[in-house]
């Protein structure tokens, strides 16, 4: 039977919560603390936000327990090579994103405001001694200026999930967007990771679009060092992110006849995730949704996005036969 907690709650066992009762991390995170979204929000899915990646080494035993359901063996599916023609004129828009978190900090619900502060001040000098041209629009001086730019390029103020966790705190002091034009990318800076490194396509090289993203994201690790472990990989604020940090996805309409709770169950023969037109918690507008991998450990980045690119052709051409 499914549990009706999420799955943070799920496994505090008793003994857990025995063996760290004491356990506090450098920055401040226990086991309550870090669970407090889901015992505050029972509809939250994960219900985990890490204030502190040293976490995941002080909280092992309870990680362990709880990534062996977040991060299961991915499926070695085997479709086409990669082919960029495959979707074209079948999707909306391809994306790729990366979460990176920067070390010597706590993680975004933990800091405090000169923390913010500072680590915004880092990161707008890393970001400028790359030499590339970029529009940098901060959220405390020039949050009415967003309006005038597509949706994808920017984010607000999170939910009451959010709220609960800390991961709004002091907002919106520290926030930021870095756009790359020449990449067709954008850096946040502040919402639930350190970094959010977005690249994004309307058509033509998908693969491009990955490789634009990894530029940047080593670009930067090179000048501002990221928090990573050997067995965990990157280490981000939610643990469904952690290994490679990356979400691939494009936007696909879905035909006039087809059910999105049918594809639901499709797309989970593949290690796919189906969301809505803006991702998690939005609604589907115009039919469009979000197509994703579930996964993002396991692999190196390179082979995790070959195989969701030969997972979602796949998934299409089951929607679509």
Request: net charge negative; glycine share 6%.
């Amino acid at each position: 039977m499914k549990s009706k907690n999420p799955i943070g709650i799920k496994y505090l066992t008793p003994s857990l919560l025995e063996k760290y009762k004491d356990f506090v991390s450098p920055y401040g995170d226990t086991l309550e603390s870090i669970n407090k979204e889901g015992f505050t929000h029972k509809d939250s899915h994960i219900g985990l936000n890490i204030g502190d990646a040293k976490s995941y080494e002080y909280f092992e035993d309870y990680f362990e327990a709880v990534l062996s359901e977040l991060h299961p063996k991915i499926n070695n599916f085997e479709g086409d090579n990669f082919d960029n023609t495959l979707l074209l004129g079948k999707t909306n828009s391809y994306r790729v994103r990366l979460a990176r978190n920067i070390q010597g900090f706590p993680l975004p619900s933990a800091m405090n405001r000169q923390q913010r502060v500072d680590l915004l001040k880092l990161v707008k000098k890393s970001i400028d001694d790359l030499n590339i041209e970029f529009l940098y629009k901060s959220y405390e001086s020039d949050e009415n200026s967003f309006q005038d730019l597509p949706s994808w390029y920017f984010f607000t103020k999170g939910d009451s999930f959010y709220d609960t966790s800390g991961l709004n705190n002091d907002w919106p002091l520290g926030r930021a967007v870095f756009y790359f034009k020449e990449l067709s990318c954008v850096i946040w800076v502040g919402e639930e990771d350190h970094l959010r490194i977005f690249c994004h396509q309307d058509e033509g090289d998908f693969l491009q679009t990955y490789k634009n993203a990894i530029f940047l994201a080593e670009s930067l690790e090179k000048k501002l060092g990221f928090y990573h472990s050997n067995n965990l990989a990157y280490l981000t604020t939610c643990p469904t992110n952690l290994g490679t940090g990356m979400r691939i996805s494009i936007h696909y309409k879905l035909p006039e006849s087809t059910s999105i709770e049918e594809v639901k169950k499709m797309a989970s023969n593949y290690d796919l995730s189906i969301r809505g037109t803006h991702g998690e918690r939005s609604d589907t507008l115009g039919g469009i949704i979000d197509i994703s991998n579930s996964y993002r450990h396991g692999r190196d980045p390179l082979a995790l996005f070959t195989l969701t690119w030969q997972s979602i052709c796949e998934l299409i051409k089951k929607i679509e036969s």
